[in-house]
Protein backbone atom coordinates (compact mmCIF):
# COMPACT_ATOMS: atom_id res chain seq x y z
CA UNK A 1 0.00 0.00 0.00
CA UNK A 2 1.53 2.88 -1.56
CA UNK A 3 1.34 5.86 0.78
CA UNK A 4 2.71 8.37 -0.87
CA UNK A 5 2.20 8.44 -4.64
CA UNK A 6 4.11 10.75 -7.56
CA UNK A 7 2.10 9.17 -10.25
CA UNK A 8 4.16 10.92 -12.96
CA UNK A 9 7.77 9.01 -13.22
CA UNK A 10 8.84 11.55 -15.72
CA UNK A 11 8.26 15.38 -16.74
CA UNK A 12 9.91 17.44 -19.90
CA UNK A 13 9.35 21.22 -19.36
CA UNK A 14 10.83 23.58 -21.37
CA UNK A 15 14.39 26.06 -19.92
CA UNK A 16 12.24 28.68 -18.67
CA UNK A 17 9.06 27.50 -18.17
CA UNK A 18 7.17 26.35 -14.96
CA UNK A 19 7.62 23.12 -13.94
CA UNK A 20 4.68 20.88 -11.83
CA UNK A 21 5.88 18.13 -9.91
CA UNK A 22 2.83 16.58 -8.43
CA UNK A 23 2.68 14.34 -5.19
CA UNK A 24 -0.36 12.46 -3.40
CA UNK A 25 -0.77 10.88 0.05
CA UNK A 26 -3.53 8.45 1.72
CA UNK A 27 -2.37 9.22 5.59
CA UNK A 28 -4.21 12.23 7.54
CA UNK A 29 -2.02 12.16 10.02
CA UNK A 30 1.26 13.13 8.31
CA UNK A 31 2.67 16.39 9.92
CA UNK A 32 5.15 17.87 7.11
CA UNK A 33 6.26 17.21 3.95
CA UNK A 34 9.40 17.43 2.10
CA UNK A 35 11.10 17.57 -0.89
CA UNK A 36 14.53 16.05 -2.21
CA UNK A 37 16.13 16.08 -5.23
CA UNK A 38 19.03 13.96 -6.23
CA UNK A 39 21.49 13.92 -9.15
CA UNK A 40 22.67 10.44 -10.80
CA UNK A 41 25.28 8.22 -8.44
CA UNK A 42 24.49 10.83 -5.92
CA UNK A 43 22.74 10.44 -2.33
CA UNK A 44 19.05 12.79 -2.39
CA UNK A 45 19.51 16.49 -1.11
CA UNK A 46 17.10 18.09 0.79
CA UNK A 47 15.00 21.31 -1.59
CA UNK A 48 12.35 22.79 0.52
CA UNK A 49 9.48 21.35 3.35
CA UNK A 50 6.30 22.48 4.15
CA UNK A 51 4.04 22.20 7.40
CA UNK A 52 0.71 20.58 7.38
CA UNK A 53 -0.88 23.78 9.35
CA UNK A 54 0.72 25.73 5.94
CA UNK A 55 -0.83 25.95 2.87
CA UNK A 56 2.44 27.27 0.76
CA UNK A 57 6.01 27.58 1.36
CA UNK A 58 8.59 29.32 -0.93
CA UNK A 59 12.13 29.35 -1.35
CA UNK A 60 13.52 31.23 -4.48
CA UNK A 61 12.19 29.65 -7.22
CA UNK A 62 10.72 26.60 -6.07
CA UNK A 63 7.37 26.73 -4.23
CA UNK A 64 5.62 23.87 -2.68
CA UNK A 65 1.69 23.83 -1.95
CA UNK A 66 -0.37 21.31 -0.29
CA UNK A 67 -3.84 21.19 0.05
CA UNK A 68 -4.68 18.81 2.83
CA UNK A 69 -8.30 18.49 2.06
CA UNK A 70 -7.24 16.87 -1.47
CA UNK A 71 -4.23 14.95 -0.09
CA UNK A 72 -2.23 16.66 -2.41
CA UNK A 73 1.29 18.38 -3.01
CA UNK A 74 3.08 19.84 -5.41
CA UNK A 75 6.32 21.48 -6.34
CA UNK A 76 6.49 24.02 -8.45
CA UNK A 77 9.99 25.35 -10.29
CA UNK A 78 9.91 28.83 -11.95
CA UNK A 79 12.07 29.43 -14.26
CA UNK A 80 12.75 26.27 -14.83
CA UNK A 81 16.77 25.21 -15.37
CA UNK A 82 19.01 22.92 -17.07
CA UNK A 83 20.38 22.18 -13.75
CA UNK A 84 17.10 21.60 -12.24
CA UNK A 85 17.26 18.35 -13.96
CA UNK A 86 17.24 15.75 -11.89
CA UNK A 87 15.21 13.14 -10.42
CA UNK A 88 12.61 14.65 -7.25
CA UNK A 89 10.97 12.55 -4.66
CA UNK A 90 8.35 13.65 -2.04
CA UNK A 91 8.20 12.46 1.46
CA UNK A 92 6.08 12.63 3.99
CA UNK A 93 6.31 12.54 7.58
CA UNK A 94 4.67 10.67 10.60
CA UNK A 95 5.19 10.26 14.04
CA UNK A 96 4.62 6.82 14.90
CA UNK A 97 6.56 4.45 18.00
CA UNK A 98 8.20 7.58 19.22
CA UNK A 99 10.01 8.87 16.54
CA UNK A 100 9.50 10.68 13.19
CA UNK A 101 9.42 8.26 10.05
CA UNK A 102 9.46 9.31 6.89
CA UNK A 103 7.66 7.40 3.95
CA UNK A 104 9.07 8.37 0.38
CA UNK A 105 6.80 8.81 -3.34
CA UNK A 106 8.60 6.85 -5.91
CA UNK A 107 10.26 10.14 -7.72
CA UNK A 108 9.46 12.03 -10.63
CA UNK A 109 12.63 12.47 -13.12
CA UNK A 110 12.43 15.73 -14.32
CA UNK A 111 13.81 17.30 -17.52
CA UNK A 112 14.05 20.58 -18.17
CA UNK A 113 15.12 20.75 -22.43
CA UNK A 114 17.60 24.01 -23.07
CA UNK B 1 32.59 19.09 7.51
CA UNK B 2 31.99 15.63 5.36
CA UNK B 3 28.32 15.44 6.02
CA UNK B 4 27.48 11.76 5.77
CA UNK B 5 29.79 9.10 3.97
CA UNK B 6 29.30 5.77 2.96
CA UNK B 7 31.57 2.87 2.38
CA UNK B 8 31.93 1.37 0.15
CA UNK B 9 30.38 3.21 -2.99
CA UNK B 10 30.29 -0.02 -4.97
CA UNK B 11 30.55 -4.11 -4.38
CA UNK B 12 29.61 -7.34 -6.27
CA UNK B 13 28.79 -9.93 -3.89
CA UNK B 14 27.94 -13.68 -4.45
CA UNK B 15 25.02 -15.28 -2.79
CA UNK B 16 25.15 -16.01 0.78
CA UNK B 17 28.54 -14.16 0.96
CA UNK B 18 28.25 -11.16 3.89
CA UNK B 19 29.24 -8.35 4.03
CA UNK B 20 28.99 -4.44 6.26
CA UNK B 21 28.35 -0.89 4.70
CA UNK B 22 29.29 1.59 7.05
CA UNK B 23 27.89 4.83 7.17
CA UNK B 24 29.65 8.17 8.92
CA UNK B 25 27.99 11.27 10.23
CA UNK B 26 30.07 14.15 11.51
CA UNK B 27 27.30 16.56 11.92
CA UNK B 28 26.63 15.17 16.14
CA UNK B 29 22.83 13.70 14.42
CA UNK B 30 20.83 11.52 17.08
CA UNK B 31 19.15 10.06 14.18
CA UNK B 32 20.50 7.84 11.59
CA UNK B 33 18.35 5.76 8.76
CA UNK B 34 19.24 3.17 6.62
CA UNK B 35 16.95 3.26 2.91
CA UNK B 36 17.11 0.79 -0.32
CA UNK B 37 16.40 1.86 -3.25
CA UNK B 38 14.58 0.08 -6.18
CA UNK B 39 13.63 0.77 -9.66
CA UNK B 40 10.15 2.00 -9.79
CA UNK B 41 10.16 2.29 -5.89
CA UNK B 42 10.80 5.24 -3.45
CA UNK B 43 13.34 4.79 -0.53
CA UNK B 44 12.39 2.36 1.46
CA UNK B 45 13.18 1.76 5.35
CA UNK B 46 15.68 -0.90 6.28
CA UNK B 47 15.99 0.16 10.28
CA UNK B 48 17.16 2.96 11.83
CA UNK B 49 18.59 4.35 15.26
CA UNK B 50 16.89 6.99 17.73
CA UNK B 51 20.96 7.29 18.90
CA UNK B 52 24.19 5.34 20.21
CA UNK B 53 23.11 1.90 21.30
CA UNK B 54 19.54 1.63 20.06
CA UNK B 55 18.45 -0.28 16.25
CA UNK B 56 14.79 -0.58 15.00
CA UNK B 57 13.30 -2.08 12.32
CA UNK B 58 11.45 -0.35 9.74
CA UNK B 59 9.73 -1.16 6.73
CA UNK B 60 11.99 -4.06 5.05
CA UNK B 61 14.38 -5.41 8.23
CA UNK B 62 14.22 -9.34 6.48
CA UNK B 63 17.96 -10.07 5.67
CA UNK B 64 19.77 -6.92 7.47
CA UNK B 65 21.20 -5.96 10.78
CA UNK B 66 22.22 -3.30 12.26
CA UNK B 67 24.68 -1.71 14.86
CA UNK B 68 25.16 1.54 16.57
CA UNK B 69 28.12 1.72 18.40
CA UNK B 70 29.13 5.03 18.20
CA UNK B 71 27.02 7.80 18.30
CA UNK B 72 28.59 8.75 14.39
CA UNK B 73 28.38 5.59 13.39
CA UNK B 74 25.83 2.90 11.50
CA UNK B 75 26.41 0.08 10.06
CA UNK B 76 24.26 -2.15 7.96
CA UNK B 77 25.18 -6.04 7.78
CA UNK B 78 23.90 -8.79 5.27
CA UNK B 79 24.34 -12.01 6.74
CA UNK B 80 23.76 -14.17 3.97
CA UNK B 81 23.31 -11.98 0.73
CA UNK B 82 20.44 -12.98 -1.71
CA UNK B 83 19.70 -11.76 -5.33
CA UNK B 84 16.94 -9.73 -3.71
CA UNK B 85 19.31 -7.32 -2.38
CA UNK B 86 20.97 -6.00 -4.95
CA UNK B 87 19.60 -2.64 -4.71
CA UNK B 88 21.17 0.95 -4.07
CA UNK B 89 21.59 1.55 -0.32
CA UNK B 90 21.42 5.09 1.37
CA UNK B 91 22.07 6.45 4.75
CA UNK B 92 20.42 9.44 5.72
CA UNK B 93 20.56 11.37 9.27
CA UNK B 94 19.07 13.86 11.45
CA UNK B 95 18.27 16.06 14.34
CA UNK B 96 14.88 14.96 14.65
CA UNK B 97 13.20 18.61 15.46
CA UNK B 98 9.92 19.23 15.18
CA UNK B 99 10.14 21.89 12.65
CA UNK B 100 12.50 22.49 9.71
CA UNK B 101 13.49 18.99 9.84
CA UNK B 102 15.58 17.29 7.00
CA UNK B 103 17.34 14.15 6.47
CA UNK B 104 20.61 14.49 4.98
CA UNK B 105 21.90 11.45 2.85
CA UNK B 106 25.44 9.84 2.07
CA UNK B 107 26.38 9.54 -1.43
CA UNK B 108 24.97 5.77 -1.54
CA UNK B 109 26.24 2.57 -2.07
CA UNK B 110 25.02 0.34 -5.49
CA UNK B 111 25.37 -3.73 -4.43
CA UNK B 112 25.18 -6.34 -7.06
CA UNK B 113 24.63 -9.93 -6.19
CA UNK B 114 25.26 -12.48 -8.01
Known amino acids: DQQVKQNSPSLSVQEGRISILNCDYTNSMFDYFLWYKKYPAEGPTFLISISSIKDKNEDGRFTVFLNKSAKHLSLHIVPSQPGDSAVYFC?????????????FGTGTRLKVLA | NAGVTQTPKFRVLKTGQSMTLLCAQDMNHEYMYWYRQDPGMGLRLIHYSVGEGTTAKGEVPDGYNVSRLKKQNFLLGLESAAPSQTSVYFC?????????????FGPGTRLLVL
Open chain 2, 92 to 104: ASSRQRRQKETQY
Open chain 1, 91 to 103: AARSFTSGTYKYI
